[in-house]
């Protein structure tokens, strides 16, 4: 499946950021990762393809980032709010057709371009 990220960009601390990602096929969890100059890319959110699933979201970002799709679309969303410098990154999308809540990059098979998040304090 192709991935296509987009949103991001700049904003202050405390603001708001949406990120968007269409695929081009249906069926696929759909999840973000976020990659520091330096760090090793880790886990921010996922969400499963069918309806009702709970999302996973990794510690730091729970109550602040929201994960949510549009199946119509093939499409997945996060929602950044109360922005931190520490959030600031290149935010990836990734698909998988049989994730089950791994949290680990390996266990999604395709990723779109990232898309750079700074947040100025």
């Known amino acids: 499946v192709q991935l296509q990220a987009s949103g991001g960009g700049l904003a202050q601390a405390g603001g708001s950021l949406r990120l968007s990602c269409a695929a081009s096929?249906?069926?696929?969890?759909m999840g973000w990762f976020r990659q520091a100059p330096g760090k090793e890319r880790e886990f921010v959110a996922a969400?499963?393809?069918?309806?009702?699933?709970?999302?996973y979201y990794e510690d730091s970002v729970k109550g602040r980032f929201t994960i949510s799709r549009d199946n119509a679309k093939n499409t997945v969303f996060l929602q950044m709010n109360s922005l931190k410098p520490e959030d600031t990154a290149v935010y990836y999308c990734?698909?998988?057709?049989?994730?089950?809540?791994?949290?680990?990059?390996?266990?999604?098979?395709?990723w779109g371009q990232g898309t750079q998040v700074t947040v100025s304090s």
């Open positions: 096929r249906r069926g696929y969890s």
């Open positions: 990734a698909a998988d057709p049989s994730w089950y809540g791994s949290r680990r990059p390996a266990d999604f098979r395709s």
């Open positions: 969400t499963t393809w069918s309806v009702g699933g709970s999302p």
